[in-house]
């Protein structure tokens, strides 16, 4: 599968919940990306990243750079990314913003390094 063809957002529509910022790398041509994604169901950060490994094509790799949360308001078109994760660090934050806003061009995304 073409590094192109996985989506660089997958989050929950609303609500506070864990995200982490995943690196993704094309085993055959080493092509990367970050891609982020974020689940309220999720109670750990790890356990995003093992939901995300298991429905990925066995060519792609997947790292997780780090973690924190976010707060969607999809009402109010508001995302917040904030906080860090205690397994793998704070999580680029202006990075997450950065691709958020593709995904989301409407809406007022910002982020804080305050909280957890």
Known sequence: ??????ADVD???KGVFKYILIQVTDNSTKQQKFVVRGYYRCSFHDDILQ???SSAPSDLKLKCVGGG???HDE????????GYS???GRADHQIAVD?????????????????Y
């Open 51 to 53: 939901e995300t490994k």
């Open 75 to 82: 009402i109010g078109k508001d995302i917040l990314v904030y």
């Open 86 to 88: 205690y397994g793998y």
């Open 69 to 71: 949360r976010i707060k």
């Open 11 to 13: 989050i929950d529509p």
């Open 1 to 6: 599968m073409p590094l192109a063809d996985i």
């Open 99 to 115: 691709i958020l806003k593709q995904k989301y061009p409407d809406y007022n995304i910002h982020f804080s390094n305050d909280g």
